[in-house]
């Protein structure tokens, strides 16, 4: 009698149990190379694409070394700057954003869909390879201005997809090589990347183009960070005190910190830094005074004309009802009113023009006696203008007298 070999069985059933496991992890290892549009392998870890690789190379940047990004809302540009071998941040690559939400001026509340405008640090715990847009790092808002300011939002992000609800939007492509250089940059020891979030470029022209923006002296606060970089290109030291930005200063007793919403405490910034900073703000001070004189008279004259053209069509609108109402009794007296008004409203602004206008325009028909006429038409005097009608016509001059008898 014969028994069943359990045991060989057993074996049999594990080794197609094992090739199948193995048939898994090869299938799962396969579709992870599967190729996309964007590249091969897991997004997050794919490298930078082609074409930036060329750029570092040419500029002399290591592909590890720091990054900073700044943001222009009215222009809608994200600019990548990078650290060079020599130290000095230089612009890497700037993206055109593809769309971000809101208006010019910081972001206030959760839920009013703007994109926030200041200066956020990204550490990698805000990196976000699972995204549902691609690839996404979030701004870290509120930071410590807008948490001493009580403002509040969540989940503000640069990411991919292009739709945006209070974050800056790219292209897939675009967030894929920005979030790799990110990334690179902290495999190189980088701890944390800064982001300057701008409504424009901070020059005297777009400053005085906004002069009488509400959110002015939010922005010239941001803009001394802004001349901090210009000057030194180097990311500034980013502290808060007495709800504002202070950069690159540094403390005059140690250990004591910069904190919020509490009095600044006694600190220094560089001292030749800061002669710089005072002296580039002095030229564009100057500058701006000039170009916002200029755009508030443009503003004033384009409001006087504004207003003049609403006048004039009341006063057209008010004849043609006038004379609307007048018609049914005395159509010719109603014509000849709105007609004056309309006159009177087209002459230059100057004393009595209304009232002489209208005088000539009221003035009845003047008839000519017959001797009037007699004269006017033989003599050799008087007004040629009103000589219209009814007189002779050109003289001959050519024609030859008759001989007298």
């Known amino acids: 009698m014969r028994f069943p070999d359990v045991a060989g069985r057993a074996r049999s059933m594990g080794r197609i149990a094992g090739r199948v496991a193995g048939m898994v992890v090869v299938a799962g290892a396969l579709a992870a190379c599967q190729p996309d549009e964007l590249g091969y392998g897991p997004k997050a870890q794919r490298p930078v694409s082609a074409p930036v690789k060329r750029k570092m190379t040419d500029l002399d940047m290591p592909s590890t070394s720091p990054i900073m990004i700044r943001i222009f809302k009215e222009e809608s540009t994200l600019e990548v700057w990078k650290e060079k071998r020599n130290g000095r941040f230089a612009l890497l690559d700037t993206f055109e954003i593809c769309k971000w939400s809101g208006k010019l001026g910081p972001k206030f509340k959760e839920g009013d869909r703007q994109a926030p405008e200041g200066f956020y640090e990204i550490t990698p715990g805000l990196m976000n390879p699972n995204s549902s847009y691609h690839l996404a790092f979030n701004l870290g808002y509120p930071n410590q201005y807008d948490r001493s300011y009580g403002r509040t939002g969540s989940n503000l992000m640069v990411h991919g997809a292009c739709s945006s609800r209070g974050c800056y939007a790219m292209t897939d492509a675009q967030v894929q090589d920005i979030y790799a250089l990110a990334r690179d940059s902290f495999k190189g020891g980088q701890r944390s990347f800064q982001v300057q979030a701008f409504p424009f470029r901070m020059t005297p022209d777009n400053m005085a183009k906004h002069y009488d923006s509400e959110h002015m002296d939010f922005w010239r606060m941001l803009k001394v960070g802004y001349d ?10 980013v502290s808060v005190c007495e709800k ?9 007793v140690e250990g004591v910190p910069f904190r ?20 580039k703000q002095r030229k564009d001070d100057e500058k701006y005074q000039q170009l916002a004189t200029r755009y508030e008279a443009r503003a004033e004259r384009k409001k006087r004309w504004e207003e003049r053209q609403t006048k004039f069509a009341e006063a057209i609108g008010g004849a043609a009802e006038a004379s609307t109402d007048a018609t049914s009794e005395n159509p ?10 309309v006159a009177a409203e087209a002459q230059p602004k100057r004393p009595g023009a209304a009232v002489e206008t209208q005088a000539v325009a009221l003035q009845p028909e003047k008839k000519e006696s017959p001797t009037a006429g007699f004269f006017k038409r033989w003599l050799p005097f008087g007004s040629k203008s009103e000589d219209t009608e009814g007189t002779v016509g050109p003289i001959d001059t050519a024609a030859t007298p008759a001989p007298k008898p």
């Open 260 to 279: 919020a919403a509490a009095k600044c405490p006694a600190y220094e910034v560089p001292p030749r830094l800061q002669q710089l900073v005072q002296e």
């Open 228 to 237: 901090h970089f210009e000057l030194t290109k180097v990311p500034p030291k």
């Open 244 to 252: 504002k930005y202070v950069f690159d200063a540094t403390t005059l």
């Open 332 to 341: 010719e007296t109603a014509a000849t009113e709105a007609t004056a008004a």
